[in-house]
């Protein structure tokens, strides 16, 4: 019998839903800025630690409550690869981010009336992901705001994509400099 319960993950982390890696970051957020996940957990998700620069560890199940796990949990193969917090959210990012095969279309019903289908999937997360980005940005811009080239803002959509590319808000602003001094030459 082939059930989701007996279903493990298998190291992908593609094969996470959404809406498990959406909790992951808010723990990473909370505890640390980068994440390893288990062979061991339910068909939501494995169980992962959240691990900090200080070297202090958070264990958690698959249902995002604090647990302790054996201490070989986190060494076999599966385990082996440590996830930054900004590739977490650039695979979340990607995860959401409608193609176009998957775009609304509108097709004619027997009736001859036009009619919606095929919405694209993540709709309030990707607009959630849009909106930390905008906050990122706004809080990186307001604090180094003496520091930065008076036409940065020219720049704004560049860095906006270059932060939903996975890049952080002091990067993409770097970057973003290099363009300003370019146009200027």
């Given at each position: 019998m082939?059930t989701?319960?007996?279903?493990?993950?298998?190291?992908?982390i593609a094969?996470?839903?959404?809406?498990?890696l959406?909790k992951?970051i808010?723990?990473m957020?909370?505890y640390?800025?980068?994440?390893?996940f288990?062979?061991?957990g339910?068909?939501?998700?494995?169980?992962?630690?959240?691990l900090?620069t200080?070297?202090?560890?958070?264990?958690?199940?698959?249902s995002?409550?604090?647990?302790q796990?054996?201490e070989?949990?986190f060494?076999?193969?599966i385990?082996?690869?440590?996830?930054?917090?900004d590739q977490i959210k650039?695979?979340?990012?990607?995860?959401?981010?409608?193609?176009?095969?998957?775009a609304?279309t509108?097709?004619?019903?027997?009736?001859g009336t036009?009619k919606?289908?095929?919405s694209?999937r993540?709709?309030?997360?990707l607009?959630?992901i849009?909106e930390?980005?905008?906050?990122?940005?706004?809080?990186?811009?307001k604090?180094?705001?003496?520091a930065l080239p008076?036409d940065?803002?020219?720049?704004?959509e560049?860095i906006?994509?270059?932060?939903?590319?996975?890049?952080?808000?002091?990067?993409?602003?770097?970057?973003a400099?290099?363009?300003?001094?370019?146009?200027?030459?």
């Amino acid at each position: 019998m082939n059930t989701k319960r007996n279903k493990r993950w298998n190291g992908d982390i593609a094969k996470l839903s959404a809406i498990y890696l959406e909790k992951v970051i808010e723990k990473m957020r909370d505890y640390g800025d980068n994440v390893q996940f288990s062979s061991n957990g339910t068909s939501h998700g494995p169980n992962y630690q959240i691990l900090n620069t200080a070297g202090k560890k958070k264990i958690f199940n698959s249902s995002h409550l604090l647990i302790q796990a054996d201490e070989d949990e986190f060494n076999d193969p599966i385990s082996a690869t440590i996830y930054p917090l900004d590739q977490i959210k650039t695979h979340l990012v990607n995860m959401n981010t409608p193609t176009k095969k998957t775009a609304t279309t509108r097709t004619k019903s027997a009736t001859g009336t036009a009619k919606k289908s095929a919405s694209p999937r993540g709709g309030a997360a990707l607009a959630k992901i849009k909106e930390q980005i905008a906050i990122q940005k706004y809080e990186y811009y307001k604090s180094n705001r003496s520091a930065l080239p008076s036409d940065i803002r020219e720049h704004s959509e560049k860095i906006t994509q270059m932060m939903e590319g996975g890049m952080s808000a002091e990067l993409a602003f770097n970057e973003a400099i290099k363009l300003c001094f370019e146009y200027q030459e």
